[in-house]
DNA sequence: CCGATACGGAACGGGACCGTATCGATGACT
DNA sequence: AGTCATCGATACGGTCCCGTTCCGTATCGG
């Protein structure tokens, strides 16, 4: 019954498993042990270990933990791998600002430190490539990492197709595809994996170039 | 120095390991056995097995092929999923056509097919995540597969420029990931992994009204 | 035919990991 | 003070895999 109770706690506290129940008697589980276990999980992941390399022992050894205090909090290496999606909240949507222009950069400077840098880079590579083996995992990072930033990403579009700085004529999925697109494409498949600090502002003027109504660049003016 | 000599066979021939040399004595190596390996490690792959889940037991179990004929002919996984990668020649590179943004459409339209499809899509996610761990395989695909794509894309945007299609005031590199970069993303990061038909075709038009130098489109004829 | 090398299959000792159990110590409740 | 679930550590039997070695058979060159 203890098991059963501390798993449903597991599910129900949203990510931190070992929330301390008020009638719970005996010495209670250790908040730290918790986030060790998290930030070893990460840390490996970091280091380039794929999920299959990842063996509860080794995640023990890594958090400075008994095997026995982790098969405490999760029943297995699938139900801890989905808590630790869950626990990638994304820090802080880049608030709104000024232009649409401005927003799109800012949040795909955002992108480009938090989402694509070391961490977020080794742990898309790592959930991306479990796609087919595990579901679940895939499901859960992409509801807490990805789902949010696509959000964001679509409001400020929509901000720019009722403000007029972006024509109506185009789905706005494949416009975010658009500028987030080609920061993957940098990302992920070319050998230098680090992304260039000019990059988003360069992205999202070449973009808004061709979905923008107005004017053409001065560049152009001559051609006919 | 029969598996010395073996081993130099492999990386001489360029994927095939099991040459025929006419002087060896001996029942000569199968090359059903060679491919059958070879076929046995990317069908695992596509079915999601990654890589660190790939034992040679089990690659050469899927393959119907004793261990010792595996071993016979690569030392280790690595050198296995080296030849696999070398063996992945890029089926045809889409002919030069009629106008450039016909060739851009049929590059993506090939990429759609072969590149992000069922394997070739498993495939690159499978390496892409052994980024850090094994360099060395990253760095084979990445010379197999995804330079010579990315080669023939900037064919034909280098024609585009001298044509005076496409603007020369961007770099070309970026441009590139401004066509492949959206069909990446939808491949890897949606949860639709699958790529609709018309995709290339709609992404290609609108990155090219971005940076050709000709008119604007209709609905934009009236602005500033 | 004969020597040599290949084949698929099975077995070997060694190692890593699984999930569970047990230990003495620790610490927060009653 | 007493109770009791937790802690890190260690050990267990079981499973899978590694890389090698042997088997009996198949297939080449000489």
């Known amino acids: 019954m203890n098991r059963a109770a501390g798993d449903f706690e597991v599910a129900a506290d949203g990510g931190q498993p070992a929330a301390v129940v008020p009638g719970r008697r005996g010495r209670p589980r250790s908040a730290a042990a918790d986030s060790a276990i998290i930030e070893a999980v990460l840390s490996l992941i970091e280091d380039g270990v794929s999920i299959a390399e990842l063996s509860m022992e080794r995640i023990a050894r890594e958090a400075g933990v008994g095997k026995a205090t982790v098969y405490r909090r999760w029943p297995g290496k699938n139900a801890l791998m989905l808590d630790v999606m869950r626990s990638l909240d994304v820090p802080s949507p880049p608030a709104a600002g000024l232009s649409v222009r401005d927003d ?95 990059l988003p502002a360069d992205l999202v003027d070449l973009v808004l170039e061709g979905v923008r109504p107005g004017a053409r660049p001065a560049a152009a003016t001559a051609a006919g």
Request: aromatic share 4%; charged share 25%; proline share 3%.
């Open 104 to 198: 799109l950069v800012s949040l795909l400077e955002f992108l480009r430190h938090r989402g694509l840098a070391k961490r977020g880079s080794a742990l898309l590579r790592t959930v991306v490539s479990h796609v087919r083996a595990q579901p679940e995992l895939w499901a859960e990072y992409h509801a807490t990492v990805i789902r949010a930033r696509h959000e964001a990403l679509l409001g400020v579009l929509r901000r720019g197709v009722a403000n007029g700085e972006i024509r109506a004529d185009h789905d706005l999925d494949t416009l975010a595809d658009l500028f987030v697109g080609p920061m993957l494409a940098r990302a992920l498949l070319h050998e230098r994996t680090d992304l260039p600090e000019a």
